[in-house]
């Protein structure tokens, strides 16, 4: 692939196995970090997400790129009766195990080391799909939401939750400054791993964001795409049907 944004550039490892090797890194400080980089707000952009599942009442639904599992966790607002969580990164998985069991939720949401290119899941078989920041870390879109696609049931929603470029001044300006210098300097003092969080910016800055993305979903296969900025633009709900 052209253009492929990669967290180190020094190593020959895929990209694939790049960001699982990153995310393994950063696993111990992921939730702080997250949270406290976008001042709680993240949080929000969950809720509304999940919000947009409500009319399709839901049963079996699958995380992809759970990471922690805050976006399954989030999901049980829908009263499902099952939540699968799909990550490559064994140590996100971990500390993802330990919120289910502290909140008595592993009965309702198992987690599993997969990979959204290789889904183990017969065609037909959730209500919804939900990805939480996790599409512009696929090594193969296109293939990625194709798999996506075939386990999703007919009907039945896709909903991303992404990370955007803010267009209006002063956002766009102060946004740019903060992705580029404080991002990464936050992220190396708390998680020792600048690379990681220098990758962020970078791998926002390369995904095909807004229009562009609804013609990628549309081009997958989706129906009834839409797309909803978050906070100025910071962030962007995508949400289609098969």
């Known amino acids: 692939m052209d253009n492929v944004v990669l967290p180190y550039k020094d190593k020959d490892a895929s990209k694939k196995e790049q960001v699982a090797e990153m995310f393994n890194s950063i696993s111990p400080k992921y939730d702080f970090l997250n949270h406290f980089l976008s001042a709680g707000i993240d949080v929000l952009w969950r809720k509304k997400a999940i919000r947009l599942l409500r009319p399709y009442h ?19 607002a829908l009263k499902p009766e099952k ?34 290119e290789k889904l183990p ?17 696929f090594e193969n879109l296109a293939a990625g939401l194709a ?46 791993d600048q690379s990681a969080y220098t990758y962020l910016p970078e791998s926002v800055s390369a995904f095909p964001e ?19 900025p978050l906070t100025f633009g910071i962030s962007s709900i995508y949400l289609g049907e098969k």
Do not use: W
């Open 210 to 228: 807004g229009k562009n993305f609804i013609s990628i979903l549309e081009k997958a296969g989706y129906t009834k795409c839409r797309h909803i």
């Open 147 to 192: 798999n996506i696609l075939a386990v999703l049931k007919p009907g039945c929603p896709l909903v991303i939750l992404e990370f955007s470029k803010p267009k209006a001044f002063p956002v766009k300006q102060l946004y740019n400054f903060y992705s580029k210098f404080a991002l990464p300097l936050i992220g190396k003092l708390i998680s020792r």
């Open 58 to 76: 839901p049963k079996m639904i699958l995380d992809v790129a759970t990471g922690t599992a805050d976006f399954a966790i989030e999901a049980m």
């Open 121 to 137: 899941f017969d065609s037909n078989t959730f209500d919804a799909v939900i990805v939480a920041f996790g599409v512009r870390n």
């Open 83 to 116: 939540i699968v969580g799909i990550d490559i990164s064994e140590g996100m998985l971990h500390f993802g195990n330990q919120k289910l069991i502290k909140r008595r939720l592993e009965k309702t949401i198992s987690l599993q080391l997969n990979d959204s």
